[in-house]
């Protein structure tokens, strides 16, 4: 069974950093790449970034792109994945999930787009104040 449980969320100041962790358990070869995402209240699901547990690609979405790092910690039996994030501003306020799925996500039209994963973690509160 897929298991994710993420951790580290938290108040923090606007300009500080935040490192969220994502304990991931049971994964099988189905589930090679791990993503983060966010939801805000009344906004659409975003994608934010995603590593392959394959090869260690990555990818990265827009709004966090150059102020983030994804990275990955491979256990035997558990694969912990990071999302350090950097210059918080109040507008990155959401709950953030980790999932799970067997690809990143497709190249259409020049544009990346994540995938809609299998598997996804409780989320974990993130609230950036001024």
């Known amino acids: 069974e897929v298991k994710l449980v993420e951790s580290g969320g938290g108040l923090v100041q606007a300009g500080r950093s935040l490192r969220l962790s994502c304990a991931a358990s049971?994964?099988?070869?189905?589930?090679?790449?791990i993503l983060w995402f966010r939801q805000a209240p009344g906004k659409e699901r975003e994608g934010l970034a995603c590593?392959?547990?394959?090869?260690?690609?990555?990818?990265?979405g827009d709004s966090v792109k150059g102020r983030s790092t994804i990275s990955s910690d491979n256990a035997k039996t558990q694969t912990t994945v990071f999302l350090q994030m950097n210059s918080l501003k109040p507008d990155d306020t959401a709950v953030y999930y980790c999932?799970?799925?067997?690809?990143?996500?497709?190249?259409?039209?020049?544009?990346?787009?994540?995938?809609?994963?299998?598997?996804w973690g409780q989320g974990t509160q993130v609230t950036v104040s001024l």
């Open positions: 999932a799970a799925d067997l690809i990143c996500g497709t190249n259409h039209g020049g544009s990346f787009y994540f995938v809609d994963p299998d598997y």
């Open positions: 049971g994964l099988t070869s189905d589930e090679q790449a």
């Open positions: 590593i392959s547990t394959f090869d260690g690609s990555t990818a990265y």
